[in-house]
C-alpha cells in the first residue's frame, strides 16, 4: 500500500457518512410503501455500521480466497 495507506482511515470514514445518508434516503423513499417508520440519520448510521460489520469479513474472505488462487 506504501504511502498511500495514510488516506485509507479517512477515506473509511467519508464512505461511512455518505453510505448512511444514501440509505437514509432510500429508505424514506421506501419505507412509505412498506408502511414502516422514516429512519433518521443517526438510525441509518446504526444500520450502516451493522451491515459493514457483517459485510467486511464475507469481503475479507472472498479477497483471501481468490487471492491464494
Same mark, same amino acid.
Given at each position: ?36 417508520? &422514516? ?8 444500520? &450502516? ?21
Amino acid at each position: 500500500m506504501g504511502c498511500m495507506a495514510i488516506f485509507a482511515i479517512p477515506s473509511a470514514g467519508v464512505s461511512f457518512f455518505f453510505s448512511a445518508w444514501v440509505l437514509m434516503l432510500f429508505a424514506g423513499v421506501i419505507n412509505p410503501w412498506l408502511g414502516l417508520k &422514516t429512519v433518521s440519520y443517526v438510525e441509518a448510521m446504526v444500520i &450502516t455500521i451493522a451491515l459493514w460489520i457483517v459485510v467486511a469479513p464475507l469481503v475479507a474472505a472472498v479477497a483471501g480466497s481468490r487471492r491464494r488462487r
